[in-house]
């Protein structure tokens, strides 16, 4: 697999929009609290390891920090945390974040199958993703109209259309999301698969907060 920020780069270089942010070394205090401060506050503190996928089960992030003495003690429950729950993963980097504002979050996926080839997912994602089971599949290619129906076929798409009175949402950025990764799972076979979640969506825009990407062999 990708590191976090190596993915959001490759995310990136696709024009899907992630949060503004910086690796350091997990060892150097005072160039994490110098980022903290190039950043703006308030930010999310990630740990990066080969030997770690799921960092929240790791006790690998910390979210909402406020303040350089909030930033320094996330690094510290980080390293804490992380010798309880995953002692023998090695941390390579420290990824500092600007947090994001609140908005619908959704999941958006890609999948090499062996059978199939690649495909798309997308659903409501975060908390949510356990708790409604809303996803949807499409094996590529797509046609946007293609990604508009998968999208109209979720529990998601009602919440972009503004559910019950609330606002609509920007559909048009989700279906950019999609499509995007539509493209780097067809251009790039050495992609197996891709996992956005949560993509956060707004009135206007939607960016993708967390990235896995995981390679079938060797760099892209």
Request: charged share 25%; with cysteine; net charge negative.
């Amino acid at each position: 697999a990708l590191f976090e920020h190596e993915a959001k780069e490759l995310l990136r270089a696709a024009g899907i929009i992630v949060p503004k942010g910086e690796i350091v070394d997990p060892r150097n205090e005072k160039e994490l609290l110098a980022v903290g401060e190039k950043l703006g506050f308030p930010l999310a503190l990630k740990a990066e390891s080969a030997e770690v996928l799921h960092k929240t089960q790791a006790g690998a992030v910390v979210l909402d920090n406020k303040n350089d003495k909030e930033l320094a003690l996330a690094a510290k429950h980080i390293r804490i945390s992380m010798s309880q729950r995953a002692p023998t993963a090695a941390v390579r980097w420290l990824l500092v974040e600007r947090m994001m504002p609140a908005g619908l979050e959704l999941l958006i996926g890609g999948l090499r199958d062996d059978q199939f080839g690649p495909s798309v997912a997308f659903g409501l994602g975060g908390v949510w993703v356990e708790a409604q089971k809303d996803v949807v599949f499409g094996i590529l290619p797509l046609t946007h109209g293609e990604i508009s129906d998968m999208i109209l076929q979720s529990r998601a798409g009602m919440f972009l259309k503004g559910f019950r009175g609330g606002p609509a949402l920007d559909q048009a950025a989700v279906l950019s999301i999609i499509d995007a990764v539509s493209r780097l799972m067809t251009d790039h076979p050495e992609v197996r698969e891709i996992d956005l979640n949560p993509v956060r969506c707004y009135a206007r825009g939607a960016a993708a907060l967390d990235a896995r990407v995981v390679l079938e062999r060797g760099p892209l």
